[in-house]
């Protein structure tokens, strides 16, 4: 969508700045994993049955959609400085209606607040690619992708800690007062806007994701995989409470939280995703980081006895999103920097639907059939994402990735 705003300069990000934004969206996108590892606390204090304290996490996963599509396009459309310490800044009063909710409607209410604002680390992720040049976007993409990797493996294992100590409330806390720091120090470092307003106007922004989705071959094959990825990655982080909290392991909250330390290789898997991104092999880094994902729930569901094998499943498949993950970003901006908040956000919103599904179905299924059920669910996911990757290798010819995105960005704005 070419009529957004227009960048004026193309010097391409600091080394500082660009540090700065991957700590904001590390911060940003822990507000929804703080509970992934505090789902029994959260639900034995609020009374939530335990078929349904995925709710808990899918929630905060819904309001992120509703962020993705009302919030994120705003970036090409107005000051992304004020619209990101805005965002920030707002992911405070959600965390607080968290921290002080009293029922279970308080609480999911709280919980999709928390989540809208959040949508801030998309934002972020848009502004980023925007303003790199070509030859460093997948690499700063891969920057700000670490410290989202960072945010979410530091989450769980923070609210693990804080929890045993203070009670799963405190972490609410912290996410209130983060909030509200890095609001005013996102505003102070982050330069002046100077893009010039063009004729697209928040209704088209907003339609992005079905401009995008119906004519574009490269956003759709990209944005089914992701939704299905991170369907995969919810279905293991949603359900890993369940299985270590059990008699079967019987863990406190701050050694499930521990677990997500093995997530660490997923940092080193962004950066060098992007990087290879950026040469051209997205796609071969994709098929090998899928078949990797499948793999991955072999390992996954011996968890049931054995943690070493289930450590193992954790670093593999958690290296394997991530990598698809970055791989993906540089591909759909690359061609179409100036539309990136709307092209971003619609590709996202496949992101959150994946999430939250893999949330909200683990719960149930691991009630009935425990966790070979859910091994079987999160390994059913990953084969879906790799066989649509199969299936579009087969039916296109390699051309270059950002090519349909051009072109569609450019029929959205003659519209």
């Not at 992304?80 to 921290?99: E, P, S």
């Not at 909710?101 to 209410?109: D, N, P, R």
């Not at 369907?231 to 409470?241: E, T």
Request: include cysteine.
């Amino acid at each position: 969508m070419t009529g957004g705003i227009q960048t004026t300069s193309k010097q391409g990000l600091s080394r500082r700045l660009l540090l700065l934004l991957a700590v904001v969206a590390g911060f940003m996108v822990s507000n929804l994993y703080y509970g992934q590892p505090l789902l029994e606390r959260i639900g034995a204090d609020v009374g939530i049955p335990v078929s349904g304290v995925g709710w808990v996490v899918a929630s905060a996963q819904a309001g992120y959609l509703l962020g993705l599509v009302f919030l994120v396009p705003l970036g090409d459309l107005v000051d992304r400085r004020a619209l990101i310490a805005l965002q920030v800044g707002a992911t405070a009063a959600g965390a607080c209606v968290v921290a002080f909710a009293s029922s279970q409607a308080a609480l999911l209410i709280g919980f999709m607040l928390l989540g809208l604002a959040s949508s801030v680390v998309q934002t972020i992720v848009a502004f980023t690619a925007a303003s790199s040049t070509p030859a460093q976007r997948g690499g700063s993409i891969g920057t700000v992708t670490a410290g989202v990797v960072s945010g979410i493996i530091l989450a769980r294992t923070v609210a693990g800690g804080m929890t045993d100590l203070w009670g799963w409330r405190s972490v609410y806390v912290l996410a209130a007062v983060a909030g509200a720091v890095l609001a005013i120090a996102a505003f102070g470092a982050l330069p002046p806007d100077r893009r010039v307003r063009g004729e697209v106007g928040y209704r088209r922004a907003v339609g992005s994701v079905v401009l995008l989705t119906r004519s574009n071959p490269v956003f759709r094959t990209r944005a089914l995989i992701t939704m299905l990825l991170f369907a995969s990655f919810g279905v293991l982080w949603s359900g890993m409470s369940l299985l270590l909290g059990s008699p079967a392991w019987n863990l406190p909250p701050s050694l499930i939280g521990l677990f997500g330390l093995a997530g660490l290789v997923g940092i080193l898997a962004a950066s060098r995703a992007g990087a290879a991104a950026d040469r051209g092999w997205g796609q071969r880094v994709t098929g090998v980081s899928l078949f990797a994902l499948l793999g991955s729930w072999v390992a996954l569901s011996l968890g049931s006895w054995s943690l070493l094998w289930f450590i193992a499943g954790i670093i593999v498949l958690d290296a394997a999103v991530q990598a698809v993950h970055v791989s993906s970003q540089t591909m759909i901006v690359a061609g179409a920097e100036e539309s990136a908040s709307s092209i971003i956000g619609s590709y996202m919103v496949f992101y959150s639907v994946g999430s939250a599904v893999g949330a909200a179905t683990v719960a149930p299924v691991y009630d009935g059939w425990g966790w070979a059920g859910a091994s079987v669910l999160g390994a059913f996911f990953a084969l879906g994402a790799l066989a649509i990757w199969g299936v579009d290798r087969l039916r296109r010819p390699k051309k270059p990735a950002g090519a349909g995105l051009v072109r569609s960005a450019q029929h959205a704005g003659a519209e």
